[in-house]
């Protein structure tokens, strides 16, 4: 996937970057548990899942691996103690949330921050797969802490029914990302995007609105 990723983008005529996705626990899970963090597992059996996925993927050159999906900072540090044992290993850490000031497992947002200023391994922080409407006072909580740059890329707005198998109508849900793109950038964010359910046209609209504003700092 690095491999076909870098072919893609030498195609695009602009500089890229390359970001291979570790996914949470929960994920693995199929239960919905990334989105509430309720795992009850140690944190040596993180430490094994992860481990392999990461190794796996940092051979593999990517230009910074993306620590997605976390519903809690627990996961987190374990995946930041084994970047840490890499020296090439450069990431970004993704958090969802239950509303505009805690993650999904409901520990303040601003802990995340915290995280990522601890490791030099840790390069930005941010949140993915949260409604739309979460991301800009999300954003704003944690860069009152810390001065990395900030990822948001948020679903559709629709909510996982893990029993019933189906994406749900909810809060937030529209097709209007490249109308809140701007006020995301102008609280810190400087990697935006779409997860769940976003289509390839509103990824375009994102992008668009992106090269539009003004040169954020590096």
Known sequence: TVTLARRAGEGIGRDYAVAASVGSYGAALADGSEFRGDYRVSESVLAEFHRPRLEALIAQGPDVIAC????????????VRLLESSADARAWLSFTARDDAHTAAGEPIERCAELANSSDAIVAVG?????????????HRL???TDKPLVA??????VW???GREWVVGDGEGGGLA???GAWIAAGARWIGGCCRTTPAQIAELAE?????PRPPA
């Open 143 to 145: 860069h009152a802490v």
């Open 153 to 158: 890329y948020p679903n559709r707005g629709e």
């Open 68 to 79: 997605e999906t976390l519903p809690t900072v627990v996961e987190a540090e374990v995946l």
């Open 179 to 181: 109308t809140m793109a």
């Open 209 to 213: 609105v992106f090269r539009q504003w």
């Open 161 to 163: 029914d893990a029993v």
């Open 127 to 139: 949140v993915n797969c949260v409604a739309p409407a979460l991301v800009e006072p999300l954003l």
